[in-house]
């Protein structure tokens, strides 16, 4: 039982806020980098914002910087990404996955643990 659960995806008017969650076991979320990717119907899947263990560090893609905070609680073994501002663009599914690698690197690639994902609609 690896795999993260996230919840929190829903219908939200441009402008609107969102607040995301992903749990996961102790075990598997312990000591290790999270982050969040989303995908849209006929796109790529692209890195939204990652954060370090101990939460010291944060980064984020340049599209959602400024509106978009990804927190953690270790202690509830959960990673949040709140949303602010949402924009058209911003709707697809959203995906927590474990980072394998570097919190820096940004790619699929260095993830190793997906969630199943949760929608975010943004309607005009």
């Known amino acids: 039982q690896v795999q993260p659960v996230e919840s929190g995806g829903g219908l939200v008017q441009v402008g609107g806020s969102l607040s995301l969650s992903c749990a996961a076991s102790?075990?598997?979320?312990?000591?290790?980098?999270m982050g969040w990717f989303r995908q849209a119907p006929g796109k790529e899947r692209e890195f939204v914002a990652s954060?370090?263990?101990?939460?010291?560090?944060?980064y984020y893609a340049d599209s959602v910087k400024g509106r978009f905070t990804i927190s953690r609680d270790n202690a509830k073994s959960t990673v949040y990404l709140q949303m602010n501002n949402l924009r058209p663009e911003d709707a697809a599914v959203y995906y927590c996955?474990?980072?394998?690698?570097?919190?820096?690197?940004?790619?699929?690639?260095?993830?190793?643990?997906w969630g199943q994902g949760t929608q975010v609609t943004v309607s005009s």
């Open positions: 996955a474990r980072n394998r690698a570097r919190c820096s690197d940004s790619t699929v690639a260095s993830y190793d643990y």
């Open positions: 102790v075990l598997f979320f312990s000591t290790y980098c």
């Open positions: 954060i370090t263990w101990s939460g010291g560090s944060t």
